[in-house]
């Protein structure tokens, strides 16, 4: 299937490893041209190399804190006029809400909530007046399951799912989709640095917990970057334009309801 978004230009945040880098990864592939932005550069810049490489698609990169009015500033001074935007960034650590300081609420709203919607408020309007948009947010599936250890992912996504819900209906006339996916378990950092942050707790090693959660979902696995860099790049394709407003799961199956 030709997804139709060859020479479209795409702006990702937290892009240089993980799910991030696989759906910069799959739009490349698809033709699209990519402006990719994380913290670490080293890293960042081996990712751009990668991808211009395996594509051939022109690969900017901006080294720069998203959760910051900086960062979302030189990120779209190197991709003004986006087609595609992805919004992603760390999610937080496991911890007991009676630990959280106000600082660490506000920290949590600005990397999961506020700096999202401040990137779709900078891009949307132009994505409308030129008939074409396609933003993804990687949310967690924290929002439809509660994860006990991580009440910051569960207060703070909600928040941003629950604007997209309004937003989305505002823009799809003029063909701009806002979509949020909601990885289950997938092989890649945050899932490494969220067992490490259970292991004191636990008194289990990593291995021990990395197996159980593999084991506790009924596809025996944890996802892999690829495929959902593969349902990003269909969401942002010109086949999925009345697809909007979603919250969509993708984690082997764990999430326990039928609807
Ligand atoms: N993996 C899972 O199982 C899973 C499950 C549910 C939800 N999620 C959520 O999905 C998101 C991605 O997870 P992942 O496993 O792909 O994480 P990852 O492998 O650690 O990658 C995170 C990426 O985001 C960048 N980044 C983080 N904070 C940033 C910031 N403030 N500004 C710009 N870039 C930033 C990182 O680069 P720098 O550090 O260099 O900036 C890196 O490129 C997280 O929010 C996570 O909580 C993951």
Request: with cysteine.
């Amino acid at each position: 299937m030709d997804l139709g978004i060859r020479g479209r230009t795409a702006v990702l945040s937290g892009a240089s490893r993980g799910l991030g880098k696989a759906c910069a990864f799959a739009l490349a592939r698809e033709g699209a041209d990519v402006t990719i932005v994380a913290r670490t550069r080293d890293i960042l810049e081996r990712t751009g190399a990668e991808i211009a490489e395996a594509t051939g698609v022109k690969v900017t990169v901006v080294a720069a804190d998203i959760t910051t009015k900086e960062g979302r500033s030189a990120a779209l001074v190197a991709c003004p006029e986006p087609d595609i935007l992805l919004n992603n960034a760390d999610g937080p650590l496991p911890g007991d809400f009676r630990d959280w300081s106000r600082d660490d609420w506000i920290a949590a709203l600005d990397s999961m909530m506020l700096a999202p919607i401040e990137m779709m408020r900078l891009t949307v309007d132009g994505m409308m007046t030129r008939g074409f948009g396609r933003i993804i947010n990687i949310v967690s599936r924290s929002v439809k399951i509660p994860q006990h250890e991580l009440g910051l992912s569960n207060g703070a996504r909600s928040g941003l799912v629950g604007f997209v819900g309004g937003l989305a209906r505002q823009t799809v006339a003029r063909n701009v989709t806002v979509n949020n996916l909601l990885p289950g378990i997938f092989d890649s950092g945050a899932q490494r640095a969220h067992i490490d942050g259970m292991l004191a707790a636990t008194g289990k090693s990593f291995d021990e917990i990395w197996r159980e959660r593999a084991d506790a979902n009924p596809a025996k696995r944890y996802g892999r970057p690829p495929e959902l860099g593969a349902y990003c790049a269909f969401l942002c394709s010109e086949h999925a334009g009345f697809i909007t407003g979603q919250n969509l799961l993708i984690d082997g199956g764990s999430y326990p309801g039928t609807y």
